[in-house]
């Protein structure tokens, strides 16, 4: 992954769609991929595996560019394009989820499983939190950073929240507003 460290802390489907950034794509190789899911491992409901190939990245990668465009116009109140809520359920059915019953010592208790390859699954595990997101009414409140060079978007729990990050953007943006006022012409 770049020197840039990934947006976390949203939804997991804003940061998936923020491993785009204006920087450029932080999942171009295996390598970053697995980095990430490190970032996103308490998240989510599996262990990182010790590698992953170009294919776990592709299946990953193509959650999503269609997560990116479906947001992108239901966060606007529009119709999300059919190919990628198709794409999604295609996703999801890849490694449908199985509530598997276990016995854990003392009783029953139920773990939930999905077979394939790594990136499958978790392929399949980000676009049922897309999905879950998509439908949650809250989806219209996502916003983009207001920083001139961000794309990064967000999910703001103050309704006065600007920027994707205070530390990132939010400094910067202060910073240079100073620079503005008090520069000598």
Same mark, same amino acid.
């Given at each position: 992954m770049s020197d840039l460290v990934p947006l976390t802390g949203e939804p997991l489907a804003l940061d998936l769609v923020n491993t785009l950034s204006a920087a !450029? =794509? $932080?999942l171009t190789?295996?390598?970053d991929? $697995? #980095?990430w899911w490190e970032l996103e491992a308490d998240r989510l409901p599996e262990a990182v595996p010790a590698e992953v190939g170009a294919a776990d990245l592709d299946a990953v990668r193509g959650v999503r560019e269609p997560v990116?465009? #479906?947001l992108d116009h239901v966060r606007r109140g529009e119709r999300p394009p059919s190919a990628d809520l198709e794409a999604l359920n295609r996703a999801q059915r890849a490694a449908p989820a199985i =509530?598997?019953?276990v016995w854990d010592g003392a009783a029953v208790a139920v773990g939930r499983r999905r077979d394939g390859a790594p990136g499958v699954r978790l392929a399949a595990c980000l676009a049922e939190a #897309? #999905?879950?997101l998509l439908a949650d009414p809250a989806v219209t !409140?996502?916003?983009k950073c207001e920083a001139d060079d961000c794309v990064m978007l967000f999910l703001p729990t103050h309704p006065r929240r600007r920027w994707c990050s205070a530390t990132r953007c939010g400094n910067r943006m202060r910073v240079a507003r100073h620079y503005q006022r008090h520069k000598t012409g």
């Open positions: !450029g =794509d $932080l190789t295996p390598r991929l $697995l #980095a990116a465009r #479906a =509530d598997e019953l #897309a #999905a879950h !409140g996502i916003r």
